[in-house]
Nanobody
Framework: QVQLVESGGGSVQAGGSLRLSCAAS????????MAWVRQAPGKEREGVAS?????????SYADSVKGRFTISRDNTKRTLTLQMNSLKHEDTAMYYC??????????????WGQGTQVTVSS
């Protein structure tokens, strides 16, 4: 069983920044697809950003966060990071780290973290 543990959430004013981290417990996720997914109260889960496990990984972002969020990974440490800048009130949500047992970010995710809350006050 893979464990994903998120950290770095919190409360910030609009325009501020936060950095989320996700630590993966198992080697299988070292080179697999990893992603950040968020869910706001009363809304459906939304993919925020993803990164392939390929040597030249493809990065994908939701339109709503392009230019403000940056996803990255450290394969040696099996960690995933989401740098969030210019935060908006509408970024308020529970943010989940997710991973697939495969290199590319296609299809459903196999493992999920418990989530970390991000609250942006306007």
């Amino acid at each position: 069983q893979v464990q994903l543990v998120e950290s770095g959430g919190g409360s910030v004013q609009a325009g501020g920044s936060l950095r989320l981290s996700c630590a993966a417990s198992r080697y299988a996720t070292r080179y697999g697809c990893m992603a950040w997914v968020r869910q706001a109260p009363g809304k459906e889960r939304e993919g925020v950003a993803s990164i392939d496990g390929d040597g030249d990984p493809k990065l994908s972002y939701a339109d709503s966060v392009k230019g403000r969020f940056t996803i990255s990974r450290d394969n040696t440490k099996r960690t995933l990071t989401l740098q969030m800048n210019s935060l908006k009130h509408e970024d308020t949500a529970m943010y989940y780290c997710a991973a697939r047992n495969g290199i590319y970010c296609t299809g459903q995710y196999d493992w999920w973290g418990q989530g970390t809350q991000v609250t942006v006050s306007s």
